[in-house]
């Protein structure tokens, strides 16, 4: 609990010091969210896009949050001794001027626990919590996951 409100309070500087510095002006914009469409009793559901940051700074994406689940983490998949696993991460960082790809077998969102899994073709809206400040609500579109975003060099 204690971790909890130290990292709060440390996010409340944070976002206090970037939203006086930014007048506004995030430099954050969110490209092609998609959620992966799963079964009706899937427990959990991945969430993909890619984040560009135009800032001169680093961020870091802090929170995900989204109406109709137990909890929504950042998370990435991590190979640990060839086992593909995913991992939960207490956030995902953007480059200064550079910008993350949240894929499949990579960093991704994981709405857990739905009360009802979404179907195929319908939006599903996450919030967004950037340190500098910088809230956004996107509306990611539930697809299949054979339609990758980008192609993965698993042939070489
Ligand atoms: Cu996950």
Redesign the pocket.
């Known amino acids: 609990m204690n971790k909890i409100i130290s990292s709060l309070t440390l996010f409340l500087l944070f976002a206090t010091q970037a939203s006086a510095m930014n007048h506004g002006v995030t430099g954050i914009s969110i490209h092609n969210p998609w959620v992966r469409s799963a079964p009706a009793n899937a427990p ?1 559901l ?1 969430v993909f896009m890619q984040i560009n940051n135009k800032t001169n700074n680093a961020v870091k994406l802090l929170s995900a949050d989204a109406d109709g689940y137990k909890r929504v983490e950042i ?1 990435r998949t991590l190979n640990d001794n060839g086992l593909m696993k ?1 991992v939960k991460q207490p956030f995902a960082p953007i480059s200064a001027g550079g910008k993350l790809q949240l894929k499949p077998g990579s960093w ?1 969102i ?1 709405l857990i626990k739905p009360d009802k899994v979404p179907s195929k073709g319908s939006m599903v809206a996450i919030k967004l919590e950037f340190d500098n400040g910088t809230m956004q609500t996107v509306h990611a579109e539930v697809k299949s996951g054979q339609k990758m975003p980008m192609n993965d060099n698993h042939g070489h």
Do not use: A, P, Q, T
Request: charged share 0%; glycine share 16%.
């Open positions: 959990v991945g998370h995913m991704h994981m």
